[in-house]
């Protein structure tokens, strides 16, 4: 939901281009305009370039200076214009406002300023905070100013502002995430790391209710409360430059499904300590929720399978249908919050609701320094690295991973479970070779064309055909519905006609006949089957054989979904790294 990225000190004086460049990076928290502000050498007033569509190749012939202030809009209060494009300027040109929020109030604060006669220009929510701070800094320094502004706006923000005057990015934060990059002499202020992550790996992630002023000659960091000081200590993040780079792949979504193969083994060097004290608590009686959003959703859904297997009767619950289960959360519940940037509004509602009713947080996350990360009483962070496309792959299968790991713990198996997550990432990297990438490709030109497709799976592969078609319809925008098999005849057979494509998702388990009686069900209709499946079959017309793995056959069933997401969208001519509509991370309501 939008990206910010400013510098201060651009030691080659190209600070809009740096920013540009910077952009691209966080482009997929939103790409339906994007704009850079700059200070320009001994310039008496911003320049300001800006414009609908996404960054990808753009360039800016902004002057030169070494301050600048940049931003990629995914639009909620008005159309996507130029207009309504970041960043907004107040009356005098001298402040340049970005956003990454909703100011919910922002139409009472517009009425007054219109009484004492500013003049707004576009339609958003954001240019009333320009307009405001120009109005309180009539009376108070620019960062009183700004910090005053920032607490009346409700809803969760972050802003960041130019100021010609002071020669200043001054941001603030409250619910949406901004992160400062300590650089040699240069100083970075971001939606997220991989914009400065060429330049630093220094960093420093703001909190809510915190304002930082970033100056040539340093970064001070505020209480937005009190108004006063506060020690900064920043943190020295591992990430490689690489992890931000396509590092030679076409696309991020095809780069992160083959980095799984390297992921999801990472997971079981997680905290073994965490794990274990978790998993006595869940034997002692603690109740378990999972809860999450889209993909992260699926984990949990997935995850509650596994729970099972261990004897545990766990809950889950999409964050977005929470409130009314919330009444059962009590302090002997743990909740799991499952995401990958730990910054999804409805997640973050989900848990703090779960939060004042004594549950016990644990997130399960990817991104550092979020805010669930900060809302939780314990964090296993699942360590993918950063995902860079829209689209989720490798975090869900961290999470997955991890979840099974606890599960296996729960049984008193967890050694056996490293070993058998391990095992997993061997077998994944020789079935993901030549011979089935070609075979994918075939299958996508084969259904390139399809306007619906059908997906049916069982048990631990029913939520494997919600996660398989997610990335179907994200990446390609054909339809592609899951359901449970056993819920076919109730309704759903009804849709197949001769030639429908219905994927079977199935493993070597207790449920196999049943699957495959659902597939003959579906191919006496005139279904099109393709088995996803590590075994043949006479009800199959296609096979894309799976590796064989007992109940982690979830996972390479769930990889061929996003692969042949990604084939379907690359032959249809969508954009697999920035599907249309999407923001990565959904920081609204
Ligand atoms: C799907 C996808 C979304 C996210 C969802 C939650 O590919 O990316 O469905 O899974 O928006 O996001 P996080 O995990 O950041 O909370």
């Known amino acids: 939901m939008c990206g910010i990225y400013g510098i201060i000190n651009d030691k080659k004086n190209q600070a809009a281009q740096t920013v540009l460049e910077g952009l691209k990076k966080l482009e997929y928290r939103g790409y339906d305009s994007w704009g850079v502000a700059i200070i320009p050498e001994n310039g008496q007033k911003l320049k300001i370039d800006k414009h609908i569509g996404k960054i990808g190749d753009a360039t800016t012939n902004l002057s030169q200076g070494s301050i600048a202030l940049g931003h990629t809009r995914w639009a909620t209060h008005g159309g996507v214009t130029d207009i309504n494009a970041h960043p907004h300027l107040d009356c005098t040109k001298k402040l340049a406002v970005i956003h990454n929020g909703i100011v919910e109030n922002y139409q009472e604060i517009k009425e007054e300023l219109l009484e004492k006669g500013h ?26 100013a700004i910090f005053e502004t920032f607490k009346l706006l409700r809803g969760s923000n972050a802003i960041a502002v130019l100021d010609l005057n002071s020669q200043t990015i001054i941001a603030c934060r409250n619910g949406s995430p901004l992160v400062v990059g300590l650089g040699n002499n240069q100083y970075f202020l971001a939606s997220d790391v991989p914009a400065f992550l060429k330049e630093t790996n220094k960093v420093y992630f703001l909190n809510d209710g915190e304002g930082i002023v970033l100056k040539q000659s340093g970064v001070t960091l505020y209480d937005l409360e009190t108004e006063k000081e506060k020690i900064l200590t920043p943190q020295t993040l591992d990430w490689k430059l690489e992890d931000a780079e396509k590092g030679g792949y076409p696309h991020f979504l095809i780069k992160e499904i083959y ?3 390297t992921t ?61 289960f919330s009444k059962f959360i009590d302090e002997k519940t743990l909740v799991f919050a499952i995401s990958q940037s730990g910054e999804t509004a409805d997640t973050l509602i989900a848990v703090k609701e779960a939060k004042k009713r004594g549950g016990q947080i644990v997130a399960v996350v990817n991104a550092r320094g979020s805010t669930l990360e900060r809302m939780a009483d314990v964090v296993l962070p699942v360590s993918a690295g950063p995902e860079i496309a829209v689209v989720s792959t490798k975090a869900f299968t961290s999470q997955l991973s991890t979840l099974y790991l606890l599960t296996t713990a729960v ?4 050694k056996i479970g490293q070993e058998k997550i391990n095992d997993l990432s061997k077998v994944l990297t020789k079935w993901l070779n030549v011979q089935l990438i070609n075979q994918l490709i075939t299958l996508a030109k084969t259904l390139m064309d399809e306007e619906h497709m059908y997906l049916i799976g069982k048990h631990l592969n029913y939520p494997a055909t919600l996660e398989f078609a997610l990335k179907i319809k994200e990446t390609s925008y054909i339809h592609a519905e899951p359901f449970a098999a056993g819920e076919l005849k109730h309704g759903v057979i009804t849709l197949i006609q001769k030639g429908t494509p219905c994927f079977v998702l ?16 579906l191919k006496a209709r005139g279904g099109l089957i393709i088995g996803i499946s590590p075994f043949e079959s006479n009800e199959f017309d296609i096979l894309i054989k799976t590796p064989d793995l007992g109940d982690l056959t979830i996972f390479p069933n769930i990889i061929v979904g996003q692969l042949l997401g990604y084939y379907l969208g690359v032959g249809r001519g969508a954009d697999p790294d920035k599907p249309r509509n999407l ?4 920081t609204v309501k």
């Open 119 to 144: 003049q707004f220009i576009s339609e958003t929510d954001t240019e009333v905070i320009a307009h405001l701070i120009e109005e309180k800094s009539k009376l108070k320094k620019i960062n009183e």
């Open 259 to 261: 980095e799984q193969l």
């Open 264 to 324: 999801i083994p990472k997971t079981t060097s997680i905290n073994e300590k965490e794990i274990l004290e978790l998993a006595n608590k869940i034997k002692s009686e603690y109740k378990v929720v999972l809860t999450g959003c889209g993909t992260a959703s699926y984990c949990a859904l997935a995850a509650k399978y596994f729970f099972a297997e261990a004897g545990i009767d766990a809950q889950s619950i999409p964050a977005y249908e929470f409130m009314p």
């Open 411 to 414: 049984r008193d198996r967890y």
């Open 506 to 521: 199935a493993s070597n388990d207790e449920v196999k006949a049943e699957v495959l009686s659902s597939a003959a069900e």
């Open 583 to 586: 923001a990565k991370s959904v």
